[in-house]
């Protein structure tokens, strides 16, 4: 089968979903593999930071469980760049791990979060101790190319009432930063699309079933079933 970009899917499909912490990422990953199995098609959800050893490291870090001894005594959090080589280290892990297995076995492979959140969260500009975009792209640049991304296009304000609601918030969850995030997230997103990723951008302030609706006729579109 050809799409109508011109590039031939018969194989399974590799497909990220995409947007800010509270943006429901997590649960339209699961939503869309249950979807998918329904239909009788083979399916499997995973996520990054992955739960393998570098990304189970990373999630401790991020949520202050892992800190370094600072030089007054005290502790500090990892490096910006330490925290940027982890990710695409993981990355790696992850895809030569899970991602391209459950591939080649014929199963389509969903993942909540991939390098997109790399280039919005370690790139982004406004941080207090910005790091270079294109390094971190190139730290990424054996990353596999999706076959198509989901970007959860959704208000910091209902990303906050979700967090606010799960009652967890990592190092990145606060109304300024968040807005930052969402501003790097969407120029990542557009500089990606122009140069060819197929990225499907989605209003995320609807109902959630609405928007799995959408990703799941997207995704039917493409597997051509
Ligand atoms: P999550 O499990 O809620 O998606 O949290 C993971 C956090 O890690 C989230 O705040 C986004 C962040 N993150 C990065 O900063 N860079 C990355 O490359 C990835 C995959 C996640």
């Known amino acids: 089968m050809t799409t109508s970009r011109g590039d031939d899917i018969d194989t399974p499909l590799f497909i990220a979903i995409e947007g800010l912490d509270g943006s429901g ?59 940027a080589l982890l990710f695409a280290a993981d990355r790696l892990d992850h895809l030569e791990s899970a991602v391209k297995p459950a591939l080649t076995a014929g199963r389509h492979v969903v993942t909540d979060r991939y390098y997109h959140s790399s280039y919005a969260y370690q790139g982004d500009p406004g941080d207090e101790q910005p790091l270079d975009l294109q390094w971190v792209r190139t730290l990424n640049e054996r990353a596999r190319t999706p076959d198509v991304t989901f970007f959860l296009e959704a208000d910091v304000d209902l990303c906050l009432d979700r967090l606010a609601e799960r009652g967890s918030r990592d190092i990145y969850e606060n109304r300024e930063r968040l807005t930052e995030l969402r501003d790097q997230y969407l120029q990542v997103i557009d500089t990606l699309d122009e140069e ?30």
């Not at 991020?62 to 600072?70: E, F, I, K, T, Y």
Request: charged content about 25%.
């Open 25 to 83: 990422s997590t649960t339209q990953t699961d939503q869309l593999v249950s979807r998918l199995r329904e239909d009788g098609l083979a399916a499997v959800a995973t996520r990054e930071p992955s739960d393998g050893p570098i990304g189970s490291l990373i999630r401790q870090m991020l949520s202050g469980r892992l800190v370094q001894p600072a030089p007054d005594g005290g502790t500090t959090h990892v490096g910006r760049e330490t925290l």
């Open 196 to 225: 060819g990723e197929r990225i499907v951008r989605l209003d995320a302030d609807r109902p959630r079933g609405a928007i799995t609706d959408e990703i799941v006729e997207t995704t039917m579109d493409l597997i051509g079933s």
